[in-house]
């Protein structure tokens, strides 16, 4: 799993100042930072509200339909198992 950046890569800003064998970033740089920093927490604030307010929602989020196929062997089994153990208990019983 990967962990979210705070900001956007520096190396992938066309302009870095250099400055005693040190990178620097410039003013405006730090504000195109800033405000693509501000317009992410904002969007994600909006869908976690969205969420919050239909539930129903996580079922169609695409980060939920990506594990569920990465994880269609495990589901299998797990299926299975359930399905072998309530046959063995009618055996039983």
Request: hydrophobic share 45%.
């Amino acid at each position: 799993m990967q962990r979210k950046k705070s900001l956007p890569d520096v190396q992938a800003l066309p302009a870095v100042a250099v400055k005693q064998g040190t990178q620097v970033m410039t003013r405006e740089e730090i504000s195109v930072l800033s405000s693509a920093r501000r317009d992410q927490i904002r969007r994600d604030i909006q869908e976690a509200e969205k969420y919050r307010a239909n539930p129903i929602l996580y079922i169609f989020n695409p980060h939920i339909r990506d594990w569920f196929s990465r994880q269609q062997l495990m589901l299998v089994v797990v299926v299975v198992n359930i399905c072998l153990a309530v046959v063995f208990f009618k055996l039983l019983t």
